[in-house]
């Protein structure tokens, strides 16, 4: 008669453990172009409804963030959706894909926290800092946060390689990052960035939270 020696193993005693998973880059990459393309999309679409009714002030960038207005806080949900012309968006693009393909490198999760929470308080901070009579518009606050997230990761998950990805980016972002959180330049919203950079901040924290329950033992919770 045979006789199986698992059967008798206690549950999770000396079974195997189970294989753990490597972040889902792909699909992280993939909903990172995604969003970019939306972008492009509802610009094409402001551009095409401008040419049509042949009015420069019809157009979708009058729904972005009102400060102090209640209409204005449905801006929150568009903003980094619209864009004042193409070099705006082309230069947010750029920016968006370089740094959202390091942070998706680590999975889709960390890309959609980061997003979320930098797209909520960039909206957040310029609706309530921001100059009544002004819209606030663009992805950079989302920039701000991607650029304060890869910078700052590295001080909460203690890995070498997030600290030296965090200084490279800090080389090549941090002055102009610094500029954009000025109050003293025309025509940008350093409100949106400020908040954006909050986001990033915020998002990198709960790296570290992630990382100290990880650490407890099984059937613990922090």
Known sequence: MYHDPRASMTPGVGAPAPARQGPRRGPALILLFCF??????????????????????????????????????????????????????????????????????????????VT????????????????????????????????????????FTRRFLHLVIGVVIGIFYGVETLAGLSPMLEGVSWQGHLGGAIGGLVAAYGLKRDRGSKQLPAGQRG
């Open 36 to 113: 970019v393309a939306l972008m492009w999309v509802v610009e094409a679409a402001d551009q095409v409804l401008v040419w049509a009714t042949g009015n420069p002030h019809n157009t979708l960038d009058a729904h972005g963030v009102e400060p102090l207005s209640t209409d204005g806080l449905l801006g929150i949900l568009f903003q980094p959706l619209l864009h004042g012309d193409w070099a705006h968006l082309i230069g947010n693009s750029v920016a968006l894909l370089v740094l959202g393909s390091i942070i998706a490198m680590s999975g889709v999760r960390p890309l959609i926290s």
């Open 116 to 155: 979320l929470i930098s797209w909520v308080a960039s909206g957040v901070v310029s609706w309530l800092l921001g100059g009544v009579g002004t819209v606030h518009i663009g992805a950079s606050g989302i920039v701000f946060g991607y650029v304060a997230y890869v910078i700052l990761r590295g001080f």
